[in-house]
């Protein structure tokens, strides 16, 4: 009988323990899942946004341009030698000064009249009687007559490029002593590729910017006056000299030899093509492939491929099947920007938190207005 009931009160024991843990664990898994609701919740609005400023694909005409660069070079030189041997007594003209044609340049004492000279001085101190020393001095009065040498001009007018020599000096027959450059024969020497060299003809109109000349200085120009016949050592490019046209004073005085520069050609204008500013072009280094992102009223950003031409100022030209005329470009946060990121639109200059609707394709108010030559920013 004891038994019996110990086993019922055991039993009881058990169910009690059972639904004890079963209320436990419904209790706890009710505030579980409510917990868990309430982060996902929050998870879903707080997705990061990547804050960009963009602008519009617009519709505009760019020309098509060669770009090459080169240095300025002189096509006339003049180099100065000795005629003669002997001393050098005088050389006018340091490297930059100017020179005019027929200018006195150097002046030179032949070897001949300088040891006459040292011999007279040498017979003067060693003479003893009075019709040596008159022998002496007639010697010293020869040597004086030829002192003042042999004269040489410039026969150009220019610019001293080098000075090889100084007044004292001995020189041999032939040295050089100067070379002096014509100022309104220096050219523009630029490396044009070989595939581009069908596109070149005598007399092609071409703009020289020379930076170095300062910012004031505008594009000169210049025609294509001569295709050198031989490629460069690589044989990628061919040598093409730019002649100046209609130089004022004040730069045919400031033009110099071997100052770097561009040499712009136009061969055509190209119409209704589609441009973005160049800072919405990604170019991938490996690959070569170029892309620009775009975003719809979603905000969602997307990559699309494209193919670049042309360039004017800050425009480059696209073409693309996936792109149209009006769609939003981004052009400050593009790069590393994955498909679909959720992104918000800043003007420029502002910080994230004066954000305005992505989705608004009014929104980048200066690509509404950009026209083809003008940045977008």
Same mark, same amino acid.
């Given at each position: 009988?004891?038994?019996?009931?110990?086993?019922?009160?055991?039993? !009881?024991?058990?169910?009690?323990?059972?639904?004890?843990?079963?209320?436990?664990?419904?209790?706890?898994?009710?505030?579980?899942? $409510?917990?868990?609701? /309430?982060?996902?919740?929050?998870? @879903?609005?707080?997705?990061?946004?990547?804050?960009?400023?963009?602008?519009?694909?617009?519709?505009?005409?760019?020309?098509?341009?060669?770009?090459? @660069?080169?240095?300025?070079?002189?096509?006339?030189?003049?180099?100065?030698?000795?005629?003669?041997?002997?001393?050098?007594? $005088?050389?006018?003209?340091? $490297?930059?000064?100017?020179?005019?044609?027929?200018?006195?340049?150097?002046?030179?004492?032949?070897?001949?009249?300088?040891?006459?000279?040292?011999?007279?001085?040498? !017979?003067?101190?060693?003479?003893?009687?009075?019709?040596?020393?008159?022998?002496?001095?007639?010697?010293?009065?020869?040597?004086?007559?030829?002192?003042? /040498? !042999?004269?040489?001009?410039?026969?150009?007018?220019?610019?001293?490029?080098?000075?090889?020599?100084?007044?004292?000096?001995?020189?041999?027959?032939?040295?050089?002593?100067?070379?002096?450059?014509?100022?309104?024969?220096?050219?523009?020497?630029?490396?044009?590729?070989?595939?581009?060299?069908?596109?070149?003809?005598?007399?092609?109109?071409?703009?020289?910017?020379?930076?170095? #000349?300062?910012?004031?200085?505008?594009?000169?120009?210049?025609? &294509?006056?001569?295709?050198?016949?031989?490629?460069?050592?690589?044989?990628?490019?061919?040598? &093409?000299?730019?002649?100046?046209?209609? #130089?004022?004073?004040?730069?045919?005085?400031?033009?110099?030899?071997?100052? *770097?520069?561009?040499?712009?050609? @136009?061969?055509?204008?190209?119409?209704?093509?589609?441009?973005?500013?160049?800072? *919405?072009?990604?170019?991938?280094?490996?690959?070569?492939?170029?892309?620009?992102?775009?975003?719809?009223?979603?905000? #969602?950003?997307?990559?699309? $491929?494209?193919?670049?031409?042309?360039?004017?100022?800050?425009?480059?030209? &696209?073409?693309?099947?996936?792109?149209?005329?009006?769609?939003?470009?981004?052009?400050?946060?593009?790069?590393?920007?994955?498909?679909?990121?959720?992104?918000?639109?800043?003007?420029?200059?502002?910080?994230?938190?004066?954000?305005?609707?992505?989705?608004?394709?009014?929104?980048?108010?200066?690509?509404?207005?950009?026209?083809?030559?003008?940045?977008?920013?």
């Amino acid at each position: 009988m004891r038994e019996a009931t110990y086993r019922i009160i055991h039993r !009881m024991n058990q169910w009690d323990y059972c639904w004890i843990l079963a209320a436990t664990l419904v209790i706890f898994g009710c505030g579980k899942s $409510e917990t868990s609701k /309430g982060s996902g919740s929050d998870a @879903t609005h707080t997705t990061a946004k990547v804050a960009v400023e963009a602008t519009h694909v617009i519709i505009g005409n760019v020309p098509e341009q060669l770009v090459v @660069t080169g240095t300025t070079e002189a096509t006339q030189q003049e180099k100065i030698v000795a005629p003669i041997a002997g001393k050098l007594l $005088e050389l006018n003209g340091l $490297e930059g000064s100017s020179i005019k044609a027929g200018d006195l340049v150097a002046r030179i004492q032949s070897k001949e009249a300088v040891s006459s000279e040292e011999g007279a001085q040498v !017979m003067m101190s060693e003479a003893r009687t009075p019709a040596e020393r008159a022998q002496a001095r007639r010697m010293i009065e020869l040597a004086k007559q030829a002192q003042n /040498g !042999m004269t040489v001009r410039s026969q150009l007018s220019g610019l001293v490029a080098t000075r090889s020599a100084n007044p004292g000096e001995f020189v041999a027959e032939n040295q050089e002593l100067l070379s002096i450059i014509a100022e309104s024969d220096i050219v523009f020497v630029a490396d044009v590729p070989l595939f581009d060299m069908p596109k070149i003809h005598i007399g092609e109109p071409a703009a020289i910017a020379l930076p170095t #000349l300062g910012n004031t200085s505008a594009p000169i120009a210049a025609r &294509v006056y001569a295709i050198k016949p031989q490629a460069d050592s690589t044989g990628q490019a061919a040598q &093409v000299i730019f002649q100046f046209e209609r #130089l004022p004073g004040w730069l045919v005085n400031a033009l110099r030899t071997g100052i *770097a520069g561009t040499a712009t050609i @136009t061969f055509d204008m190209m119409h209704n093509v589609m441009l973005v500013p160049k800072s *919405a072009v990604i170019r991938n280094d490996e690959t070569n492939v170029r892309t620009v992102v775009t975003f719809g009223p979603d905000s #969602l950003a997307h990559s699309i $491929e494209v193919s670049t031409g042309p360039e004017m100022d800050s425009l480059v030209s &696209v073409n693309s099947d996936s792109l149209k005329p009006g769609m939003n470009v981004i052009t400050v946060g593009n790069y590393a920007l994955a498909d679909s990121t959720h992104i918000t639109l800043v003007r420029p200059g502002s910080e994230a938190s004066g954000t305005v609707p992505a989705g608004n394709s009014d929104t980048p108010s200066s690509a509404s207005s950009t026209k083809p030559g003008t940045s977008s920013k």
